[in-house]
């Protein structure tokens, strides 16, 4: 230890903090103990109303993204020599320079962008991100949304009529929670933030309610569960439509509170009663007389709640899923009451407010494949071919904020050569990784544990109604900027050259504060508890807002608020779907499919030891019946081959593993030239999505398949 620095800080310079953590989707509230600039520990924050005492390793690892050497703190550019380190008003004008240059010759939609996970968790990100985009009319912006969450966002929008009305289960009152693809004991919960998911998951055993968890893997959450089945890869379509025929057959759907707000509700039964049962749990592989005993219990249960995650969404039917799981709560009673599924009523409200974005569909399609847009995006799996295919409206400039696309989506290592065809790339992030190691120009923002923050989207998620404001930690270095303010430089420097309107612009603490205060919660709609920024920064644990309220019909967004149960696409998708599963199933190959642990986040904290600590997790899991059949042995080094490439990765025989079926996390494969700086060797891993295909996608809106995907191992 330092003895000069201890002895020159006192014991009453220590100070306590309170936060949210914002890794996650969990937002748990941490306690963080300081003295001068060193964090000494980080625990819980017991008073936090959400998340009521709960944290995960990754917050303990803020440690050491706060201290890391690595991470960047000034521009860097790119030269033939090296990286070499910039100004920021130099960085700002080279970069509005060059991107303006590009869409003066080639026009706007040569300019693309990617919009990586953490801008959602990141409130400056969302509050001027879209604003600093948007100086630039392209069309071709992408993000992770379509690698994720897309289909919920389109239901939402087609059932409810807006892209953020996403039910949540009510995990704390329901008796019964059916969950397909989701992992949440190692995600903590996603599209529905729920922190203290074990004590949440006791409490509802504890009443005599039961977990049904659908999963080719006997995941961690399947251990705490009251029942596991396995699941053929992308076949839930099948064991959901089965139930909701079961349920129309028997009579056991059960009239909600909005009866008669249901429109096209029969017409959506009927096309599913069509449906061959046998055909449908053939192809699901899970016998009648199991789904009939789940549908019977899950229609007879007083509150029930239908749930699946990215195992279901990010299949080749995931928006079918989405759609079936939607329908099941709706005709079991289970929308909109307490205990089943229901929306959210935060305190800065994205969808009842002047600034409201419902979301849109098909406004324009991609240049090369015809991939439709949603909200103002494209598919991610088109943007390298966007890149790559000569022609009017060719990608030739890309900015980059908060993401690694290259480990991230499907056939990667395409993206990976695509971007170096690009004439000028932009970062905004501050690590060098295997992504932004082909810009020209890195523009690194303050950490997180530097700027305060508000969760705008994970609270509109959550499983409870409460609200919290992070007030900065740490003062930051005399010369960082804010993830927000680099958005301003660069929008003020473009819109100036491109003659775009640019009018002026609260700070994101300030649209938090107008957003309170307009809010359901605020002054301005005479709510007694008066919310505001300043009422939050004196409450430092967050207030609880209460549990989640039935809310419908007012809160819907459709015409004559009704919700829409068969929307076209989705009638239309279903008879696709009903020739696929009278045709012949072709069994013999493999499926790989994605996992997440508690010790690693997406593609980034790999170089925190404290985090990434113990076996490596980067290893092929497979039913030791499959390694038998090809000879192989448990810790073999093996090939696992797709259409579109291959690794090389250690297996681990697991009984865990559905046979047929094989598991590889994602967000590993730092072995890329150059990028694995401050990861240790044996973590380097290998990426699943140079396995992943950019053309094997959900047909629906092009969101990709990360699960299901065809593949071969042999020994390596
Ligand atoms: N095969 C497979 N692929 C998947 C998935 C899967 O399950 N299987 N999951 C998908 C999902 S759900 C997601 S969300 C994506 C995530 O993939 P991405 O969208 O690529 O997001 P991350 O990997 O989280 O990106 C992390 C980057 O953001 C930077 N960063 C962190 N905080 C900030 C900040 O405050 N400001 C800025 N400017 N940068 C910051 C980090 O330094 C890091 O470089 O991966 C997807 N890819
Ligand atoms: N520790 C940690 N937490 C995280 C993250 C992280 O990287 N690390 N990432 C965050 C992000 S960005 C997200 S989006 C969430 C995701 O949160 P979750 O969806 O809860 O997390 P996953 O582990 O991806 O769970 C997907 C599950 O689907 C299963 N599965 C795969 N294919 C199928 C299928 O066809 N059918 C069915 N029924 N199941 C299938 C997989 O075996 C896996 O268990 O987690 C968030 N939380
Ligand atoms: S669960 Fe998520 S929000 Fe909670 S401490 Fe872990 S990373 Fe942070
Ligand atoms: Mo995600």
């Known amino acids: 230890m330092d003895q000069t620095k201890a002895a020159s800080v006192s014991p009453a310079d220590e100070r306590i903090h309170h936060r949210a953590c914002n890794l996650c989707e969990a937002i748990c509230g941490l306690e963080i103990r300081v003295r001068g600039n060193e964090i000494l520990s980080i625990r819980p924050d017991d008073a936090d109303p959400l998340s009521q005492g709960h944290i995960c390793p990754k917050a303990v690892a803020l440690k050491d993204l706060y201290e890391d050497p690595d991470r960047l703190r000034q521009p860097i550019r790119r030269t033939e020599s090296g990286w070499e380190p910039m100004e920021w008003e130099a960085a700002f004008d080279l970069v509005a320079d060059r991107l303006c240059g590009i869409v003066e010759k080639h026009g706007p939609d040569a300019v693309a962008n990617y919009l990586g996970n953490p801008t959602v968790h990141n409130y400056g990100g969302l509050t001027h991100g879209p604003r600093f985009l948007g100086t630039i009319r392209t069309k071709n912006r992408f993000s992770a949304t379509s690698v994720d969450q897309l289909p919920h966002q389109l239901l939402a929008y087609w059932m409810y009529g807006h892209q953020l009305l996403v039910p949540i289960a009510d995990i704390d009152r329901c008796d019964y929670l059916l969950v397909l693809g989701a992992n949440p004991m190692a995600s903590n919960g996603s ?61 056991l759907a059960r009239p909600g509170r909005l009866s008669g707000f249901e429109d096209g509700l029969e017409v959506a039964m009927a096309d599913i009663g069509a449906l061959d049962l046998d ?79 419902p979301g849109s569909f098909g406004r324009w399609k991609s240049r090369v494949r015809g991939l439709p847009e949603f909200g103002g995006e494209l598919p991610v799996a088109a943007l390298a071919e966007e890149i790559l295919t000569e022609g009017e409206g060719q990608v030739r400039a890309l900015i980059t904020m908060a993401g690694n696309p290259v480990l991230s989506t499907p056939n990667g290592a395409q993206l990976d050569r695509a971007l170096d065809a690009l004439d000028f790339m932009v970062s905004i992030d501050f690590y060098l990784n295997e992504t932004t190691r082909h810009a020209d120009v890195i523009l690194p923002p303050t950490c997180t544990l530097e700027h305060d923050h508000y969760d705008l989207i994970f609270h509109a998620f959550a499983v409870r109604n409460t609200a919290r404001y992070s007030a900065p930690l740490f003062e930051r270095p005399a010369d960082a900027r804010h993830d927000w303010e680099i958005f301003e430089a660069l929008g003020d420097r473009i819109a100036a050259r491109l003659g775009s309107k640019r009018t002026p612009h609260p700070r994101p603490d300030q649209v938090v504060d107008m957003g309170l205060q307009i809010g359901p919660y605020g002054g301005m709609r005479k709510h007694p508890m008066k919310l505001s920024l300043a009422a939050l920064k004196a409450a430092p644990h967050g207030v609880d807002l209460g549990a989640l309220e039935p809310s419908l019909p007012q809160r819907l967004q459709t015409p004559g608020k009704f919700i829409l149960c ?65 000879g192989l ?84």
């Open 633 to 716: 042995r448990d810790g073999a080094k093996v090939r696992v081959a797709s259409r579109v490439g291959a690794v090389e990765v250690e297996v681990e025989a697991s009984d865990a593993m559905m046979p047929g079926v094989v598991s590889l996390p994602h967000g590993w494969g730092h072995d890329r030239a150059g990028t694995r700086i401050g990861i240790a060797e044996a973590h380097a891993g290998v990426s699943p999505n140079d396995l992943t295909d950019d053309q094997y996608l959900d047909a629906v809106c092009g969101n990709a398949a990360l699960n299901g995907v065809p593949v071969t191992v042999a020994a390596a």
């Open 566 to 630: 068969a929307p076209p696409a989705m009638i239309a998708e279903l008879a696709d779907f009903a020739k696929e599963i009278r045709g012949v199933a072709s069994e013999s190959g493999l499926s790989l499919i994605g996992r997440r642990h508690v010790r690693s986040n997406n593609s980034w904290m790999h170089n925190s030891q404290r985090l990434v600590k113990g076996p490596v997790r980067n290893r092929l899991l497979m039913h030791p019946g499959d390694l038998a059949a090809r």
């Open 279 to 357: 055909a449908l749990s053939a192809h699901c592989g899970i016998d009648i007389p199991t789904i009939e005993r789940i549908a019977r219990a899950f229609a007879s249960a007083p509150r029930a709640a239908a749930y699946g995650r990215m195992g279901v969404s990010t299949q080749v039917r995931g928006t079918l899923c989405q759609w079936l799981i939607q329908l099941l709560n709706i005709v079991t009673g289970n929308l909109d009451r307490e205990g089943g599924a229901l929306f959210t009523q935060p305190a800065v409200d994205l969808i009842d407010n002047p600034t409201s974005k």
């Open 191 to 251: 599209l529905m933030t729920v922190p203290a998911f074990p004590k949440r998951l006791k409490a509802l055993q504890a009443r005599g309610g039961k977990l049904v968890l659908l999963d080719p893997r006997r995941t961690e959450t399947a251990e705490v569960a009251d029942e596991h089945l396995f699941i053929r890869p992308g076949t839930d379509a099948a064991f959901l439509a089965a139930l909701l025929k079961i349920i129309d057959r028997d009579n």
